[in-house]
């Protein structure tokens, strides 16, 4: 070896020096290009995680009420992916829009990193460390305690029913007697007093959406928000399947055409508050014509005066349209639901037991409507005790307020002044994890830990117990809300034998025996435990309920709406099921999300008629001042046709003052002008109440929407058939030509990757689009950008405004994506080969190749291209959030859609392994797994068993511009348009 | 035929001719600093747009979705447009023996050669990541990557860059024989050097001639197929695309015609101010004009004709896109471009038919202006009206240009001009040779 080192002339350390110094040099020049991101391996790995091997935790989703089953993605130690537990008869597998979203409240970067303290010297907010943070708590507690002020403790939450809900009932029976309340911003108080009223159940039970063929809805948002809405869809979902050229029908009676609206067969735009009335009116029909199933007994007295002509009087819905509904309302398997907070005026008891009488005369108590299984929602306090509680406050009565995951300065009308409420406490500890309205006022905030990141269960209705579970470890220095009751007590002399847990777990774990013991009598608890954390949920059967009719509905008076008579126009707020009552307001995806009828993002607007629009000069984007007697607020206008021209209605969610950089000073809250008024009987708060005036302001500005057009303009896009169509066979086969092509057809061998979306079920709830951004690393661009139409999702869903033959409203929604074109205009234009067809089908994107001429966004004729226009930075830590399987895209390049291509190959190299072929059904593109309305289905087109391949052979089914000839990889399926109504 | 130069009061000879055209590269006046700086400061405001979008994105362009391509594809297909004119008069002109090109057609080649290398910028520009614009030309790399040929952008990239060289070629071949004239006059060095170069050792012999001669009839006729086949392929990345206002066959004559339409304003244009400063009235004459302003009008009723064939074209086809498309031109959110193009490109010229008009100055060099006014804004319209209204009503959108794209288009127009500043004064901008052609010749002996 010496020798040879000789004779070559360079010695062995020279020229390892050399290349050294070649190789140092070479790093340095391209970090000048650059960062040189590293890659860092674990120093001493953690058992049971394998680098690139996802793992899933089942847990609960605790966005709303409705408390779906979720399944968390969890990839090297962080939570990436929410999806929808199967297991949960809630979710099914589903999740909505706010739930994909969540994910954004756990990295959200506005989030309490840690505990902060009022210090009086310096007048501010001052970290402090947990330990003086819980005995802050445990002393001020053992002081009122003492000095017998213990009963002067409040506990202001939401709804959390299950063991947190006990644990609390616990602490504050130790520390002297304070009262509990749970406060839904939307508790639906009045079909609870309704149920009492007729059936003698203060209860809210559940409606069975899947098993009717006929829903008959009075403004209950059941698509939105209403009680339990991934859970409605799958019913909905159900209840649309066209079979043999029939499906069930849907009547949606509101005076705005929502969403759920858009969705319904009918959309009756009855005039604000007279619901009840249209609902006696149907039943005066069934009645008289002896349609009705059970015996009416005393209600044929209630419903006698409202006969179709009185009725029609009063609701301006058409006496033929009456005897019509009642008709199929009898005669087909029906359920009539109602609420809606949006309708919820002063006599929305009234309207829910006029609902009620619906049900009851055809027979649906026990069917559609099930009272053994109700809703934990239903435990919720009133507004009127909430009000009772702002008041007591207010009178100096509360001497401690605990605030958790609420935020009743933003939620409760302003004329109710919490602010000066909330002056008036003692001593304010908010467990919030973020700086809200309300927190701001706290004096010591402890922050809670993330539902992802805590123990817990929560019982959405009475036969569901669904587990929370902590998905990944700690982000911020912070605590579950449960051990911060627990350990709070812990700091303290007087109270330290409170509980003999020490953690939340351990409570949690001793209630859970009992439901062990009850479930799985014969099961260990570890097994027991480990089995529900691996289900998620556990079910336990109710025994069923029989409903009479109670005697109190002798009393009931159908008393009209009490309006406040100042105005012109009927105001109307609805919840938005992007930021529910505002807690999503600060998820930049839910921001971002185009709502489904304005498509507007970032901000609030107004709804108003084209007829009242043009009598006061009003255009889409024209400011205008809503006045109320309580005062006034500000926002653009949005010309809409699916509304009375007597009314006007505004989103609630946006008009945060605080909350966070994503939510904080964007769009208008509606409870600024609302009075706190309710309804008589369920003392529920009475949304629709007030009748405003509009001001025009005279200034104007671009409304900031994903989509300009109303209407498709005769073009096709998303086309529907009418029933009677579809039962005959002659439509078949229209638009099936063969276009002759000038290159020979493209084989493919194994897989031809394809979608079906049917067009009848889908809802334009936008689960897809936001799953889409969690799944794909798709940046979120915000209000300025987005005017500049570079909103960057994948999906962006269509919606059109078509017209009946009758003239009234078709709203048509069509998610439109990436084809996956056999023939894509889109790759032989790209000069250097960036986008190509892969021999699954697939129209591959090749960032790194890509040079931005951007011609195949041109070319595309579904215009479904994204281009970077910026390097888009996601705050931290909202990029811990990012999927490591999907590249993160830098400017200058084209993107889009790629039918999940790294879920394919994570399926194929586990079918590799075992030597077979992908399995129908063994992975769902992000956007097939969350549709909770199961209209979108993906498989490989070349298995003739898939269901995708069967799909595209449906009569309903066609190709968007199919006469382009591009050959997409996406079929729809037509919506069924049922006979006039 | 032989009489198209007025008989001058001060009678052209040989020597007068070498003389004047000597005169323009004297050393540069204050005047022509006065128009050289500000020209330089412009270009440097294009380059600090174009550094500011490279280090910040593409979106500082006006670019939005559905609108991909804007101003800069349309600053692209301009200045290839504004190219065409330079072959055309050199080359066709020259093979049809039109001899009022004569005196312009020096100037007309100048500005096609640096019309060229404008609008070659434009492509990289406009690209997404443009330090990776090398990915367009096929050239043997270790990844064996290779470019998409289906693709009209890579057709693209050899047209543009094959009339550049043909066009350059042509340029230099031309100025021989001048060059070697001043080269003769010029004392200083540096001067010397170059013309010397530049002048290939050119004797003028009999010999020298004869080949000369021949050899620039070929260039003139390979060249020819050029002014058609660049302008077509422009067109054809339009045309290859299925935008609805794209796709049609007749993009191609349309295109040509439309290039030589804009490329003959842009030549009046220019040359008006170069014969007023200079005093070339004796050289580029009034019948001149009078020859070009009658293209003017040929293709100018070709561009009208097309413009009324694609909107008949849209609704025979009975194709709601394509007729959706042309209603929105006309009556869309872009209608004022439209009709002033419409109003720049047909109506205006119609004033050309009158000899007085054709034979007036100032209003020949308001019309030109107007004239390329209108061309750029038809480029416009093809470009971003289509683009606006595609397929779907759902992904439909308006464009706004941004300032950076203003600066980088008003950076490109001094980037232009200062390559054409600079050969004024460097270069013969008359063709010493071709005029002394027409001249009597002189007496031997005479001196």
Redesign the interface.
Known sequence: MSQKEKKSGIKRRDFLKIIGVAGGTAAVASSCSDPVEQIIPYVIPPENVIPGIPKFYSSTCRECSAGCGIIVKNREGRAIKVEGNPNSPISKGKTCAMGQASLQGLYNPDRVRSPFRYNNEVKRMEPVGWEAGLKELADRVSKLKSEGKGDKIVYLSNNISGTYGSLVKDWLKATGGGKHYMYETFSHEPIKKANEITFGKAEIPSYKIEEADYLLSFGADYLETWLSPVNNTAGFSKLKEVKDGKTGKIVHVEPRSSMTAASADKWVDIKPGTEQYLALGIANVIINKGWGKVSPGNVSAKVSSFTPKVVSELTEVKPELIEKIAKEFATNKSLAIGGGVANTASNATETHVAVNILNYICGNIGKTVDFSDTLSISNTSSYGEIKNLVDDMRAGNVELLIVHNVNPLFTLPSELNVREALANVGYIVSLSSFTDETSEHAKLVLPESSSFESWGDYQPRKSIISIVQPVMNQIFNTKSAGDILISSTKSNESLKDTFTENTYLEYLQSAWKKVGEYVEPRMRFDEFWEKALINGVVTVDQPEQIVTLSPKLDSIVFKPPVFSEDGDYYFITYPSYRFLDGRGANKPWLQELPEALTTSVWDSWVEVHPDTASKLGLKTGSFVKIESPLGSIETQVFVYEGIRPDTVAVPFGQGHKSYGRYAKDRGVNPLNILPSSFDDLSKGFAWLSTKVNLVKTGNEDLLVRT???L?????R?AQAISLEKLSHNDDHHESHEEHPDFYPEKKYAKYRWAMNIDLNKCTGCGACVTACYAENNIPFVGKS?VA????MGWI?I???FEKNEDGSLDTRF?P?LCQHCGNA?CE??????ATYHNPEGLNGMVYN???????C???C???VR??????YKIPAPLNWQLNPDVTVRS????EKCTFCVQRITYAKDLAKDENRLVKEGEFKTACEQVCPSDAIVFGNLIDEDSKVAKLSHDKRGYA??EE?NAKPGITYLKKVKQEKV | MNTLIDPPKNPITYARVTEDVIRMLDKPSAKWWALFIPTLMFVGLGASCFIYQVT????VAG????V??GVYITDFVFWVGIAHSGTLISAILFLFRARFRMSIYRIAEGMTVFAVLTAGLF?II????PW??L??IPYPNSRE????F?????WD?FAVTTYLTVSSVFFLIGMIPDIAAVRDKVKETPRKIIYTILSFGWKGSNWEWLHYTRAYLFFAALATPLVLSVHSVVSW?FA????PGWHTTIFPPYFVAGAIFSGLAMVITLTIPIRKIFSLEDYITLDNYDGMSKLIILTSCIVGYAYGTEFIMAWYSGS??EW?QFVYRATGDYALFYWTMVICNCIVPIALWFKKVRRNIKALFIISILINVGMWFERFNIIVIS?SH????????VY?ISFVEAGITIGSFAWFFMFFLIFVKTLPSISIAEIKETLPVPKKGGH
């Open positions: 989509q300009y057009s209407s498709q303009e005769d073009r896009i950008e500049k139409r570079r909103e962006r269509e919606r059109f069509i439109m205009p032989p234009v790209c000069p250097v080969y190749r890509c040079v931005g001429t951007r011609y966004a041109n070319n004729i579904y215009k994204r281009f970077n226009w910026f390097e400017k200058g390049v084209m968007v511009l382009i | 910040t994105g593409l979106g670019y939005r979705h559905p991909f391509w492509p406009h690209l997404g990541r990776n614009f990915w367009l990557l290779w470019v998409n289906k693709s009209p952008l890579v990239v990345d290859m695309g299925n935008v709601p896109y959706g683009l595609e397929f779907d009503p759902g992904a439909w959108g706004k």
